[in-house]
């Protein structure tokens, strides 16, 4: 019996892929911004107008879904302005340098790594430090837990992990149960995930273009 839905992975970077779940909600997450001239006939898409025919006033505070702050953003028309979440800044960065572990992720933004990738699209002076995440960090954590997990209930172990997280720590699990079935004989071959595998192709794809 065939899948009705096959899960397709999010892109890498700042790269989305529109056929991707996640990052389709991704896309729907929002970011503070500003108004830097008017936007006619959008007050009812974001919130504050009741007529569809309402604009946004120069200099109104917005809050702008991911998808369409992208669309608006020309950084020689100067249409809005967009402000990092203060889950990126400066105050929660040096939380995450002392001790990224003990940072629920989940809470915080269950796209966390993928959102943060994409505000690397808007000019701010604090890219470079935003592209230095917790990542490498809590690795090596994610990869110990899934490898030491086995036939156990994880959901505490992974209810902190942003979606990113929570699919390596399923690729590991993945990668141990199949390798314990090996061992009992239960199985004729380990073989690479779909994460690996997918990864490899589009790495290929890159060399021959």
């Known amino acids: 019996m065939s899948e009705a839905y096959f899960p397709v992975g999010p892109g890498l970077g700042m790269e989305e892929n529109f056929l991707s779940l996640d990052d389709i909600l991704m896309s729907q997450e929002k970011l503070p911004g500003r108004a830097e001239s008017a936007l006619p006939r959008l007050a009812v898409l974001l919130g504050q107008g009741a007529g569809s025919a309402e604009s946004i006033p120069e200099g109104s505070k ?5 998808w369409l702050a992208k669309g608006l953003h020309d950084s020689k028309r ?7 979440p203060k889950i990126y800044k400066e105050a929660w960065r040096t939380v995450f340098s002392a001790d990224a572990n003990v940072v629920d992720l989940h809470k915080m933004g ?17 890219n470079a430090e935003i592209a230095q995440t917790t990542f490498i960090a809590r690795f090596r954590r994610i990869m110990d837990s899934s490898q030491n997990a086995y036939n156990e209930d994880t959901s505490a172990l992974v209810a902190r992990l942003d979606e990113l997280e929570r699919a390596l720590f399923q690729v590991g699990q993945k ?22 595998q997918n990864y490899g192709k589009r790495k290929l794809t890159e060399v021959d273009g």
Do not use: H, M
């Open 78 to 84: 100067r249409i809005i302005s967009v402000e990092l």
């Open 175 to 196: 990668g141990l149960n199949d390798f314990q079935c090996w061992e009992k004989g239960q199985a004729s071959q380990i073989t690479a995930s779909s994460l690996v």
């Open 110 to 126: 269950p796209y966390y790594y993928g959102f943060g990738s994409q505000l690397l699209n808007f000019e701010n002076p604090e």
């Open 62 to 66: 917005l809050e702008i879904p991911l």
